[in-house]
């Protein structure tokens, strides 16, 4: 497993707005979407392209166009819906699979409760939009929902990473045999005793959704 710190001063500047407590949802939304372009951007520069001879008004050209089948982007709910636009600005020619995981605040594991994904994705690049890398448990258990289904390339596109998660992360998935990169705005200090991402920003779907 990579993880790919992006270190940009205008993604710190967006990401320190979007910790501040004092951000409302309105504000946190149109941020989030604006930082999920900027890490988008690094996230799919190893996207599969083939190249194509085009015609310019000038002359004949050699291009590249996203290779088939187009990648997949699977936002996990209820909080990666948030980041979907940002990142279809980049991929809009994507596809869309939803995956609905849920962790359980006692024992702090994941479990799936909806998906929405085609059954089969052998070949298929998948792009997780996953705002809070905490514990690595949801991450764990979607990424490896992706490659029972055959997927055979995994980033995942988060706001904010724990150490203790990533660690976790790359422990689960050390007999999974395909590339997993993380790509995140930052690598915060830690956990709390509750799962919470430190100095972090707090709950990232009530945040964006302004709902307990
Ligand atoms: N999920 C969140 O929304 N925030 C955290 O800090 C950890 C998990």
């Known amino acids: 497993m990579r993880t790919h710190v992006v270190d940009h001063p205008?993604?710190?500047?967006?990401?320190?707005?979007?910790?501040e407590e004092s951000?409302?949802?309105?504000?946190?939304?149109?941020?989030?979407?604006?930082?999920?372009t900027l890490l988008a951007y690094e996230a799919t520069r190893d996207v599969r392209v083939t190249t194509v001879e085009i015609q310019t008004p000038?002359?004949?050209a050699t291009g590249v166009r996203l290779a088939s089948p187009k990648p997949l982007v699977v936002p996990i709910l209820r909080a990666g819906l948030g980041m979907l636009d940002g990142m279809m600005r980049l991929l809009p020619t994507a596809e869309v699979g939803f995956l609905g995981m849920v962790r359980n605040e006692e024992t702090l594991e994941a479990s799936t409760y909806a998906e929405r994904l085609p059954d089969d994705l052998s070949g298929r690049q998948c792009y997780v939009l996953d705002p809070m890398l905490a514990t690595g448990?949801?991450?764990?258990?979607?990424?490896?929902?992706?490659?029972?289904?055959?997927?055979?390339?995994?980033?995942?596109?988060?706001?904010?990473?724990?150490p203790e998660g990533c660690e976790r992360l790359?422990?689960?998935?050390?007999?999974?045999?395909?590339?997993v990169t993380i790509v995140t705005a930052a690598m915060d200090e830690r956990l709390n005793e509750?799962?919470?991402?430190?100095p972090?920003?707090?709950d990232a779907g009530d945040r964006l959704y302004g709902v307990a």
């Open 170 to 179: 790359a422990a689960d998935l050390e007999n999974i045999d395909v590339p």
């Open 194 to 198: 509750k799962g919470y991402i430190v």
């Open 200 to 202: 972090g920003l707090g």
């Open 23 to 36: 951000t409302d949802s309105p504000t946190f939304r149109a941020l989030t979407d604006e930082l999920v």
């Open 58 to 60: 000038v002359s004949a």
């Open 10 to 19: 205008l993604v710190t500047h967006k990401l320190t707005t979007l910790r």
């Open 137 to 162: 448990g949801t991450l764990a258990a979607a990424i490896r929902f992706l490659t029972d289904r055959g997927a055979d390339h995994i980033t995942a596109i988060c706001l904010l990473a724990a």
